[in-house]
């Protein structure tokens, strides 16, 4: 949305007016507009174009005020949350297993969601419940508390889940 066009700002010798209600007033000329908006202390805004703009009447300042407002508050809301993932593998030994999921209990402890994935290479001989038990037996290694987000996504090469933080 680029700057809005405002009072003498207003190229178009007729505009559709609509009052600060929100009511449609009606084609009217741009002078005549303008001078409803200074009795009534407000300015003429155009809000959209066409062969007769549509003008409404309001208090700009104020609303900027008010979208400023509000985009904060949406900013302040909007909690953008920090990710990381970890990967393993089948044949993985079991020090290098152990460093790994202490990374993920430092992780979820500073507050990231963790994306633990095995990737199962091909022709390793691995049946699928052979599979799922080593990948549930590295996330029991997980020391932090945490909570599962969503299933358990399988795919013919890589299995993966989304841990995040458990609340206090």
């Known amino acids: 949305m680029g700057k809005k066009i405002k009072n ?9 007016l609509i009052d600060l209600d929100g009511d449609k007033i009606g ?4 002078e005549e507009a303008l001078k409803i908006a200074k009795d009534n202390e407000v300015d ?13 009447l309001m208090d700009f300042g104020k609303e900027l ?3 400023e407002k ?10 953008h949350q920090k990710s990381k993932e970890v990967r393993f593998s089948t044949d993985i030994a079991e020090h ?4 790994k999921t202490d990374h993920i209990s430092k992780f979820l402890e ?3 969601k963790v994306k633990c994935s095995l990737k199962i290479r091909k022709r390793t001989g691995f049946v699928a419940s052979e599979i799922e038990k080593k990948f549930w037996s590295i996330l029991e290694m997980i020391t932090s508390p945490y909570k599962k987000e969503g ?13 995040v933080p458990a609340k206090k």
């Open 110 to 112: 500073s507050g990231y």
């Open 8 to 16: 003498d700002e207003i190229k178009a010798k007729k505009v559709l």
């Open 44 to 56: 003429l805004v155009q809000v959209n174009f066409g062969n007769v703009p549509v003008c409404k």
């Open 70 to 79: 509000k985009q904060k508050l949406m900013k302040k809301n909007n909690k």
């Open 151 to 163: 299933d358990l996504n399988k795919t013919h090469h890589m299995w993966s889940i989304n841990i």
């Open 96 to 99: 290098d297993l152990k460093t």
């Open 27 to 30: 084609e009217v000329s741009k």
């Open 65 to 67: 005020y008010v979208k």
